[in-house]
């Protein structure tokens, strides 16, 4: 708006009908509100890296988990070979092994189906207050040379 009046010098606002000096900077009014912005993109970028990082650590955590079942049910149907009875301990032996607890475990001939469970991340424990959250997998393992 001062735009070739030079600075300093007055300048009469029709609008106002009053005169006010030239700032130099014909933007006088928008002083900050680049700052506003790149903070606000700052705070939803950060949110969801953030939001990333929970995700991916829940996502590791299950693959874990899964891998650790079924683990825990090769090894349960591999112990179907000798005595059947075993088949379980064996499963949550090498279940805890791998940081999953079995919380159900069935044998039936050569099959054995085992469902472990672990904690969830701990960047998740935060998200579900007064609450431990819990993943669940569920595996099935058949020793099939054992079937007639």
């Known amino acids: 708006m001062c735009a070739g009046w030079g600075v300093g010098r007055k300048l009469v606002d029709p609008a106002r009908g009053r005169a006010r000096r030239c700032s130099g900077d014909g933007m006088a009014g928008e ?19 953030g ?13 874990s988990l899964a891998t ?27 279940a805890e092994a791998n ?3 079995v919380s159900e475990c069935r044998v039936r001939g050569a099959s054995v189906w085992v469902v472990a469970q672990a904690p969830a991340p ?11 959250p819990v993943l669940r997998a ?5 020793l099939t040379a054992l079937r007639g």
């Open 68 to 94: 650790a079942t079924d683990l825990a049910a090769l090894a349960g149907a591999a112990a179907t070979l000798g005595d059947p009875r075993e088949a379980c301990a064996r499963a949550r032996a090498v």
């Open 51 to 63: 939001a990333a990082l929970v995700l991916s650590s829940v996502l590791v955590a299950r693959t």
């Open 99 to 101: 940081g999953a607890r």
């Open 122 to 132: 701990g960047a998740v424990a935060w998200l579900v207050p007064g609450r431990t």
């Open 31 to 49: 002083l900050g509100a680049a700052s506003v912005l790149v903070a606000l993109w700052a705070a939803v970028l950060t949110s969801m890296a």
């Open 138 to 142: 569920r595996a099935r393992a058949e």
